[in-house]
């Protein structure tokens, strides 16, 4: 099978991570007879907004439509304020796609460090599912009275439409019981009394549906602290844009760092590509010097894997991180002095020495 993929490496160290995505993925198609791909690269980002006026083309939707799936680096350049780059590039895409799942894992691979004591990679080990087209990133609001100090203000609408609210939460019903785990509902139905308590009764009668499914409704701030305190309760995650956004910073703060906090973003209906991402941004203050950690973007493009059919070739992308990792070969983030092609190489090289011969996964 030929895959199609769409590559915007973006700023910063999103040139030098998906050029290693892409290297561990060039050595499964090396390694399996079945998988070709062919990748596209475009250079949009900052750049492209400085000599053009745009992140993308507007016509950059219509292009991207037509591939089986997108692996994007970074977004973020200090030379632009970060809402224009988030608006003109990753947001329309996730929205303009119905990629309504945002799914992060939240594991802690064996070989990476927590700065939480006397855990473990048994204690780390969950899904979080971020609702990805509204809530809080809407993009409705408006500024009112500019210029009048007396009076000035941001109005920032949150939306939460039962569409929005029942797919989420579905899609995390629905994993919870593929997967047997116990399913978390996060929101602040106490003090967001219109979209809270709204998203606490879509997931009451959505779980009803579900009786087989352990769950638990959590406060956004009870959450936080449980996820540093007894991490080991949460297993699949459903909550809102901003919540989740939040939350898995702080996840990937419990589970070895931003540099092994992968993401994808998915159109479960498929009628668009899904795309998949490292969650970190672009870092300015390390890009080009060949430094930062492109463990999130390899576990990014192992997502992008499965979703494409190849749930083994992902897993054994995972297993060659973990093995890296207890190598000790690591970027300067994790204490280690290896380059970011150094720790891509060796997951590549990882790879191909688990799979053994040329296979058919
Ligand atoms: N890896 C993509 C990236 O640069 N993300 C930075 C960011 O701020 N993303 C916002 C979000 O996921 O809501």
């Not at 390899?298 to 890296?324: C, F, M, N, P, Y």
């Amino acid at each position: 099978m030929t895959y199609r993929i769409a590559v915007i490496p973006g700023d910063g160290i999103g040139q030098e991570v998906t050029a290693e995505a892409l290297r561990v993925l060039r050595e499964v198609a090396a390694l399996d007879r079945g998988i070709t791909f062919e990748f596209e690269e475009f250079p949009w980002g900052t750049e492209h907004f400085l000599a053009a006026g745009e992140m993308m083309p507007k016509d950059g939707l219509q292009i991207l439509a037509s591939f089986d799936a997108i692996q994007l680096g970074a977004v973020g350049d200090p030379r632009v304020p970060d809402h224009l780059t988030l608006w003109g590039l990753l947001l329309p895409i996730r929205q303009g796609f119905g990629q309504y799942v945002n799914l992060r894992p939240v594991r802690l691979l064996p070989g990476a460090p927590t700065v939480l004591a006397g855990r473990g990679p048994q204690d780390i080990d969950m899904v979080f599912l971020r609702e990805n087209t509204e809530g809080e990133y809407s993009g409705k609001g408006d500024f009112l009275f500019s210029g009048d100090p007396q009076r000035e203000m941001a109005l920032q609408t949150s939306v939460f439409s039962r569409v929005g609210c029942e797919r989420i939460i579905r899609y995390g019903f629905e994993l919870a019981r593929r997967t047997r785990r116990s399913l978390t509902s996060v929101s602040k139905g106490n003090a967001m009394n219109y979209g809270g308590v709204f998203w606490d009764e879509v997931f009451a009668q959505v779980a009803v549906q579900y009786p087989d499914v352990r769950t638990q409704s959590l406060l956004v701030d009870a959450a936080a602290m449980l996820l540093v305190r007894d991490p080991s309760r949460f297993e699949v995650v459903v909550t809102s844009n901003l919540y989740g956004d939040i939350l898995t910073d702080l996840g990937a703060g419990i589970a070895g760092g931003m540099g092994l906090a992968a993401s994808a973003n998915i159109d479960p209906t498929r009628r668009h590509p899904s795309l998949f991402e490292p969650v970190h941004g672009s870092a300015p203050d390390i890009a080009g010097k060949g430094i930062a950690n492109p463990m999130a973007a390899i576990w990014s493009a192992a997502l992008l894997l499965d979703h494409l059919g190849h749930g083994k070739w992902a897993e054994r992308v995972v297993e060659a991180i973990e093995r890296t990792l207890s190598a000790g070969v690591t970027s300067p983030d994790l204490g280690g002095s290896a380059t970011t092609e150094e720790v891509g190489r060796l997951v590549a090289r990882e790879l191909g020495a688990t799979s053994g011969k040329r296979v058919q996964a």
